[in-house]
């Protein structure tokens, strides 16, 4: 799947997003060590989930 960067992040989908974010905490969680870029690309793909969340009805 293609990275997310601040240049891309409009174009990407509620379930893209979802997918980036398990595929990278599958690779954070198989290897013994976390990169920092990978660690950065979850941090942004998390804030992005968190904006993209419907409002709940009241």
Not at 27 to 55: H, I, K
């Amino acid at each position: 799947m293609k990275k997310l960067t601040p240049q891309n992040a409009a174009s990407w989908s509620r379930p893209d997003l979802v997918a980036r974010a398990a595929e990278l905490r599958a690779a954070e969680l198989g290897s013994l060590y976390s990169s920092a870029a990978r660690t950065d690309e979850l941090r942004r793909v998390r804030v992005l989930l968190a904006a993209t969340v419907p409002p709940r009805p009241c």
